[in-house]
């Protein structure tokens, strides 16, 4: 009996203690699944999907159908103090531009110095009520032109009273081709 014992003991001893992987590979596909779900990849930065009209612009075929009605929203980089465009990306102002007139900057809630967008809206407006439908324009258009180097969230201003004035035909002006 001792000796069944001592080769019991013996045997116990030589099996070496094995870990189950089982439990360790679990948690490894909960973590990978977890931040599989929880990662948010990184986007493009100063982009906007819209879907272009594809009946209107320079690759149309035949003439194009203008109508006096239209409203272009000019966003210019121009020089401070001055009227004059510039290329310089830091040394400018936004100018915003519709038909004739110039609307004048203010300085918003965060102190930043812009262009009026709450006359911009107003005069979206009044277009907007004061425009007659055609058969090629049943809603009043808006053109947006923004020069390069305007920063984009002036654009996207622009963009926000159009839509704050319940305008759903906006355009993006394309740039000027020099003949």
């Known amino acids: 009996m001792a000796e069944e014992s001592k080769r019991i003991r013996q045997e116990a001893q030589d099996e070496e203690p094995g870990i189950s992987m089982t439990p360790m590979i679990d948690i490894v596909f909960q973590l990978l699944i977890f931040f599989m779900l929880a990662c948010r990849f990184r986007t493009e930065e100063g982009q906007m999907h819209a879907f272009l009209p594809k009946n209107r612009g320079q690759g149309t075929i035949g003439r194009a159908v203008l109508t006096l009605q239209e409203v ?18 830091t040394k400018g102002r936004v100018l915003l531009k519709v038909r004739d007139r110039t609307f004048p ?3 918003n809630r965060y102190g930043e110095v812009m262009p009026d967008y709450d006359q911009l809206y107003k005069l979206v407006c009044r277009a907007r009520d004061n425009f007659t439908p055609t058969k090629n324009f049943p809603t009043q258009p808006v053109i947006i032109d923004a020069r390069p180097m305007v920063p984009f ?12 004035a319940q305008i759903t035909d906006i355009t993006f002006a394309a740039k000027e081709i020099k003949y």
């Open 72 to 89: 272009r929203v000019k966003l210019l980089w121009v020089e401070p103090g001055s009227f004059r465009e510039t290329q310089h990306p």
């Open 153 to 164: 969230k002036h654009i996207i201003a622009a963009l926000n009273e159009c839509v704050r």
């Open 105 to 107: 900057n203010v300085t």
